[in-house]
């Protein structure tokens, strides 16, 4: 269940990162964020064991991205998909990782869209429509 779940939320934007962690934590999740990819990829790699979904934006500065940060992840959650905050990506332009994307505008979407991808692992009949990089 989504309620009580570690998320870590790794987004640039000050107001949005703020705003995800309110709205996360309302619904009863534990929320580490970072500001940036490299302070997530370190939360990844300390924490492991404790992040049960991560949210991220696709486009961050400097080197480590959204994608990096996806593969890292799934490294440890194969099964797990991950959130990620970008407007329309071209499939050209997507690597091949499980992910949900949605527009970083719409941070209540990220909620809905964690608990649907909780209840469709509690529920293997319940369909979860979703956009996944192919």
């Known amino acids: 269940m989504l309620a009580s779940a570690t998320v870590l939320v790794v987004e640039n934007d000050p107001i949005t990162r703020e705003l995800l962690e309110n709205?996360?934590?309302t619904a009863g999740c534990?929320?580490?964020a970072a500001s940036t990819g490299?302070?997530?990829?370190l939360s990844l790699c300390q924490l492991q064991a404790q992040i049960g979904w991560?949210?991220?934006?696709?486009?961050l500065p400097g080197l480590v991205?959204?994608?990096?940060l996806a593969d890292e992840y799934h490294r440890h959650n194969p099964d797990r998909p991950v959130v990620l905050?970008?407007?329309?990506i071209l499939e050209t332009d997507c690597p091949?990782?499980?992910a949900v994307f949605v527009p970083p505008h719409a941070p209540m979407m990220v909620l809905e869209t964690l608990k649907?991808?909780?209840?469709s692992e509690t529920v293997d009949n319940a369909p979860v429509e979703m956009l996944r990089a192919a």
């Open 116 to 119: 649907g991808l909780a209840l």
């Open 30 to 32: 534990q929320v580490l």
């Open 54 to 59: 991560l949210v991220t934006r696709v486009g």
């Open 65 to 68: 991205d959204g994608w990096l």
């Open 38 to 41: 490299n302070a997530g990829l």
């Open 96 to 98: 091949s990782v499980d």
């Open 23 to 25: 709205i996360l934590h």
């Open 85 to 88: 905050l970008s407007e329309e």
